[in-house]
């Protein structure tokens, strides 16, 4: 153990403790990516050229996924200037019939759209139309909340499944396959999702059957304002009608078309991506053209260069936070500090390792408190590097067991920070759309969401 591993140790102890103070961590791992740079090189100039290669060496790993998420709002804009949006979501209000129906309805929406569209883009969609008829059948806003953020910036994002931005930061810190991470991350973020949302609706019945009482009493506009007040579905001028029906009916038959030809070609991780952001870009040029006519050549600029300031706004902190840790894995590093560095993380952990069996219960609930911990930061996303790096490291060369404390990692980090459990997250952003105080929701999703955890990461302990 060098002067360098030592400054990587007290690197990711003061990293931890900043987010538990719920603060920014892009300073304090800029800081100590120059002084472990300084620490194993002595070269001072060599040190600052570290910073700029550790962010590009970053951002290499991660521009697919910036890419993606790019192309997937960039598609949404398009569709949403046509009305397809709306139309698209229109049948399942048809659904909504009692509280505990809308509420399933609202999770399996948010689901399935946010795996597609990640749930952040997808808010306004489920949010702005369905929640409202939701609650003209009894079920609270708030409950509406909780059900958006629970389906979406919790078990949708935690698994990524489709995009697969989670499991490939996860995977690529741990140095495992990414379709490993791929299926144990999904199942524990259904575990925990499993478990969480049918809790969070039975915790909160009393409340739920009250306000349903009420909304029959007095009608939905007395009770919570004009705000909850069932919309048109057909939010399309006439002459958009016909190009809203077919971009409506086009976008999930392409996407089904895409998620069966992963399944029957057994197509995964990058190549999964692709197909996916391929299919996004064929949706977003005739989405472009079809609203816009001959100006759509124009137009589908705006809508890749507001998918990019997405994708940048959301992303980038990310940038100089996977730079310090990926100093911590052996393949990254030499890429910012040359040949001969070692992976300060993995070094580390292969000494812990000698005192923490990989696939012990200690193990998992240990990989499940610190993804916990780095997703206060309010991101989700910024320690999947940690949390991927420890897995690795722990796992002693065991890619099963690497695979399976990553995943455990991973849905500790996205279902805190990525948005349930803190209240500087986009969990803001879903109170928000909802109306109702953010506070209220997150008070609404500690319990659940704990509990759901535990569970998942009990049966990762004894299953996997």
Not at 36 to 58: E, I, R
Request: charged fraction near 10%; hydrophobic fraction near 60%.
């Amino acid at each position: 153990m060098t002067a360098a591993h030592w400054l990587y140790v007290l690197g990711v102890v003061v990293v931890l403790v900043v987010m538990g103070f719920r603060r920014n961590v892009v300073i304090p791992c800029t800081v100590f990516t120059f002084l472990v740079a300084l620490a194993f090189t002595g070269n001072f100039v060599a040190s600052v050229q570290a910073l700029f290669t550790a962010m590009l060496v970053a951002a290499t790993e991660l521009f697919g996924i910036f890419l993606i998420i790019s192309v997937m709002v960039a598609m949404l804009k398009a569709m949403q200037a046509s009305g397809a949006d709306s139309l698209m979501v229109a049948p399942l209000k048809r659904l909504m019939v009692s509280p505990l129906v809308s509420y399933i309805v609202l999770v399996l929406a948010t689901f399935v759209i946010s795996m597609f569209f990640w749930p952040t883009p997808s808010v306004p969609l489920v949010g702005g139309l369905l929640v409202p008829a939701a609650v003209a059948v009894g079920l609270p806003p708030v409950m509406g909340a909780v059900a958006v953020a629970l389906a979406g910036q919790g078990m949708a994002l935690a698994g990524d499944l489709i995009i697969q931005g989670a499991p490939g930061l996860t995977a690529s810190a741990a140095g495992v396959d990414v379709g490993l991470v791929v299926v144990k991350g999904g199942i524990l973020t259904l575990i925990t999702g499993a478990v969480a949302i049918p809790l969070a609706y039975y915790l909160s019945r009393n409340e739920i059957r009250t306000f349903a009482q009420q909304v029959q009493e007095v009608g939905v506009a007395a009770l919570v304002g004009d705000s909850y007040v069932v919309r048109d579905s057909a939010l399309t001028a006439p002459h958009m009608r016909g190009t809203a029906v077919f971009l409506s009916r086009l976008t999930p038959a392409l996407m089904i078309l895409a998620i069966l030809g992963m399944i029957g070609f057994n197509i995964l991780g990058g190549d999964a991506t692709a197909l996916l952001g391929g299919t996004a870009v064929v949706i977003l040029v005739v989405g472009s053209l079809m609203t816009h006519k001959a100006s759509g050549l124009d137009e589908i600029s705006e809508y890749l260069g507001e998918g990019l300031t997405f994708a940048f706004r959301v992303m980038g902190p990310i940038i100089p936070i996977a730079g310090f840790f990926f100093l911590g894995g052996p393949d990254t590093v030499v890429r910012v500090l040359g040949d001969t560095a070692p992976g300060f993380l993995f070094d580390i952990g292969e000494m812990v390792s000698q005192y923490i069996p990989a696939t012990g219960v200690f193990a998992k609930f240990g990989l499940l408190i610190v993804g916990i911990i780095t997703g206060l930061d309010g991101s989700g996303f910024s320690g999947l590097p940690l949390v991927g790096g420890l897995a690795g490291s722990l796992a002693g060369g065991s890619a099963q067991a690497a695979s399976t404390l990553g995943a455990v990692g991973q849905i500790g980090a996205v279902w805190c920070g990525g948005g349930t459990l803190v209240a500087w997250s986009t969990l803001v952003a879903v109170a928000g759309i909802c109306g109702v105080p953010v506070m209220d929701v997150l008070r609404k999703n500690v319990v659940p969401v704990l509990v759901g955890l535990f569970v998942a990461t009990l049966v990762a302990a004894i299953v996997l």
